[in-house]
């Protein structure tokens, strides 16, 4: 959204898109549910997103509504990536990238370090290879959106 009409409603539907995930979590949270089930529910909201069944299976990303998610489950290992993520950015200027090393540290350095069980950090990475797969499918659009955009010319 942030190439093809604009920042504005690009980051309305970001925040949107996050709060969506995050809202899940939490609601995962209140009821008290089992780690397991959890992860389930993240894995459909982002499935959700990602192959909308009323759009012909062609949504988003995924990235803001997984980090919703993972924020909601684990606030401080997601904010120190989201950092890391940041700071990659303003350095490299070049969003892919930042969100790659960001994302990829999650359950690599950060989840570690705040003590959080193996049983949570696998589930995190399989969750992560959901964006992984979802990013190979949209090679194509993505190519289709720099060409008309110009965005991305480096």
């Known amino acids: 959204m942030l190439h093809t009409i604009g920042k504005p409603y690009g980051i309305a539907v970001a925040l949107l898109d996050f709060s969506k995930g ?3 979590a939490f609601i995962c949270s209140i009821f008290g549910l089992p780690m397991n089930i959890a992860f389930v529910a993240g894995f459909a909201v982002i499935l959700g997103h990602d192959f909308p069944v009323f759009l012909k299976f062609k949504g988003g990303k995924g990235i803001a509504t997984t980090l919703g998610f993972l924020f909601g489950l684990f606030p401080y290992p997601t904010l120190a990536a989201l950092t890391l993520m940041l700071f990659l950015f303003f350095i490299k200027r ?3 990238f930042s969100m790659t090393f ?3 540290s999650l359950p690599i350095l ?5 003590k959080k ?3 949570e950090i696998i589930l995190t ?3 992560l290879c959901v ?3 979802k990013r190979l499918i949209d ?3 993505m190519r289709k959106i720099r060409e008309a955009s110009g965005w991305d010319k480096r």
Do not use: N, Q
């Not at 950060?110 to 705040?114: D, E």
């Open 117 to 119: 069980d193996l049983k």
């Open 22 to 24: 995050y809202a899940v």
């Open 125 to 127: 990475i399989m969750l």
């Open 102 to 104: 960001g994302i990829a």
């Open 110 to 114: 950060w989840m570690p370090l705040f």
């Open 139 to 141: 090679i194509p659009h």
């Open 94 to 96: 070049y969003y892919l």
């Open 131 to 133: 964006l992984a797969v």
